[in-house]
């Protein structure tokens, strides 16, 4: 099975590199013909006493039992008419319905979008209502059967809600399904019981499933194409859905299996090892994913028992850890997550002192310069060096110019006799790009950001912000065009960097830098989350201001980075 990243995450840390590295390149080192610019599962102990007291809190926070609902003598555990269930928590709003027993709604009530509360079962692209989702014997009726419902929630939503409901098949077995929902909590319990009230020994295999459904078509901002995803043998696992011929069964140590996109998930755990991970599509090519659970045989007035834990909500790291099972694998931070995930807890910590993120950014990007300031500014001294050097350097170059062997050696004296490295300016700015990757994966992975306000009229910043609309159609772009006012005081702002950079080397290569890198920037940022842009933004006025700061202490002119010398 082929291993594939997220699509969607991929292009943005692609864009993220491909931006470093073109920052780099502009920052580091035009006195040379360059432009300045500016796993394993982590181990789990807890003390006795810990987990002493994280029972007595479970045992605190089990439901309190309801009325059961009786069932005559000699009658089918099976339900008698249609009807829908409702649990309700502070952060939740969950809808069951009988004809299969499955979920039809999941609302998170601390997420708003324009048609309501954002729904992980969500609507089909015809603005149906999904498939409902659920679990079932294997070759049995209960996919579509009515259940009975044996125990109805609490009507108090500060109490844990728990819902019982049983269907029996033909064969003779009953399929008990048990939902708890726990106040303050995405992550609920589910236990399944496969009870034989048949004459014989009878073999059932349980599947359970989540999808199709999973927010389509409930929004028309920023919604990512759900994916399927699993933690199998400690390994992240994605298969390619658009190459799915069939119905793919990974077998293994399932940690987890789940859809996700950007912001939200739905993950399925497996309380004991034995199933495994199934992934299809349905006629309409939207994700399915389960449990497949292996045959067991049951004797007369046996039973087999199943638990397992259900995620649904926002990719919150803290709230995904502390459901455990590797969940917050989920959010995939890249190639340099070990420090994409403290910038996040960073970025959290700072907003609930600020109360917004708008700010928090620009509060962490500040602290990010002041922490590298050094290394910047011994960047800079090296530039400076570098381009006071250009003069002397291109006189070796007229002097030895059918000799380039010569040319070489005699540069790398004059280096060598003024003390200066040529990698002086180049090496300080590599090491932070792992940094700016890192700060750059959390930006785009933060559920937080999602539809959080700056200012002005910066109302989300998970996605790009809109100026204005062009009210007429344009050439080659079309009707409907966004003007975007981030990416453009973002390439103003690289504009003048530039301007006021020292360059070295031939003049017109200069002008044409000094023109094309901000409209290169411009584009490459133009549909990115305006959070990110944002961060950028702040990166490079940081940045002007210490350009300013040495070019008054060296008597540099503004327009330096024309490739003109200050006197």
């Known amino acids: 099975m082929t291993q594939l990243p997220d699509p969607d995450r991929g292009d943005m840390e692609r864009r993220a590199i491909l931006a470093a590295a073109l920052a780099v390149i502009v920052l580091l080192a035009y006195q040379a013909f360059f432009a300045p610019a500016p796993p394993p599962s982590e181990p789990k102990t807890e003390p006795k006493k810990e987990a002493v007291q994280e029972k007595r809190a479970a045992k605190a926070l089990a439901p309190e039992p309801q009325a059961r609902t009786p069932r005559l003598p000699g009658t089918p555990r099976r339900g008698e008419r249609e009807e829908a269930i409702t649990l309700e928590t502070d952060l939740l709003k969950v809808v069951l319905i009988n004809r299969g027993g499955g979920i039809t709604s999941w609302q998170l009530k601390k997420y708003q979008e324009q048609s309501g509360f954002v729904d992980l079962v969500g609507l089909l692209p015809d603005r149906s209502p999904a498939t409902p989702i659920g679990a079932w014997v294997e070759g049995g009726e209960g996919r579509q059967g009515l259940y009975r419902i044996v125990e109805r929630p609490a009507p108090d939503p500060t109490k844990p809600q728990r819902v019982v409901m049983e269907f029996q098949e033909a064969s003779g077995i009953v399929l008990e399904k048990t939902l708890v929902l726990h106040p303050g909590r995405y992550l609920a319990d589910v236990e399944l019981r496969l009870i034989n009230v048949g004459g014989g020994t009878t073999r059932g295999a349980l599947r359970v499933e989540w999808g199709p459904g999973f927010r389509l078509g409930t929004s028309d901002r920023g919604v990512d194409t759900p994916i399927p995803a699993a933690w199998i043998d400690g390994k992240l696992v994605k298969p390619d859905l658009g190459k799915l011929e069939q119905e793919l069964v990974q077998p293994g140590t399932v940690s987890w299996t789940a859809i996700e996109d950007r912001y939200f998930a739905v993950a399925l755990m497996p309380g004991e090892a034995g199933p495994s991970s199934v992934v299809r599509k349905d006629a309409e090519g939207r994700p399915v994913v389960g449990l497949v659970y292996p045959p067991v045989k049951i004797p007369p007035g046996g039973e087999a028992g199943f638990a397992l834990k259900l995620f649904a909500g926002p990719k919150e790291i803290e709230r995904l850890r502390e459901a455990g099972h590797d969940l917050q694998k989920l959010v995939d931070l890249g190639w340099f997550d070990f420090l994409a995930r403290p910038a996040l807890y960073f970025l959290r910590f700072i907003h609930d002192f600020t109360g917004n993120y708008g700010v928090a950014i620009i509060i962490i990007t500040i602290l990010q310069k002041i922490a590298f300031y050094p290394l910047t500014q011994k960047s800079h001294k090296s530039m400076q060096a570098m381009q006071a050097m250009q003069p002397k350097i291109q006189a070796i170059k007229e002097r030895y110019k059918n000799n380039p062997q010569k040319v070489n050696q005699e540069t790398m004296e004059l280096y060598k006799r003024h003390g200066v490295n040529p990698m002086g300016g180049c090496l300080p700015m590599l090491i932070q790009i792992p940094i700016f990757i890192a700060l750059y994966n959390a930006l785009a992975s933060s559920v937080e950001l999602w539809r959080a306000p700056f200012a002005l009229w ?47 080397g031939d003049p017109r290569q200069a002008q044409m830098m000094l023109y094309i890198m901000p409209v290169m920037f411009t584009f490459i940022f133009w549909g990115m989350p305006s959070g990110l842009v944002l961060y950028w933004l702040v990166n490079n006025v940081l940045q002007i201001g210490h350009q300013y700061r040495m070019n008054r202490g060296l008597g540099l002119s503004v327009g330096a980075g024309a490739g003109k010398e200050g006197r």
């Open 458 to 504: 910066i109302d989300d910043l998970s996605v790009a912000d809109t100026l204005f609309v062009v009210p007429f159609a344009i050439p080659y772009v079309g009707e409907a065009f966004a003007v975007r006012g981030l990416p453009v005081i973002m390439g103003i702002s690289m504009f003048i960097q530039q301007k006021m950079s020292p360059m070295g």
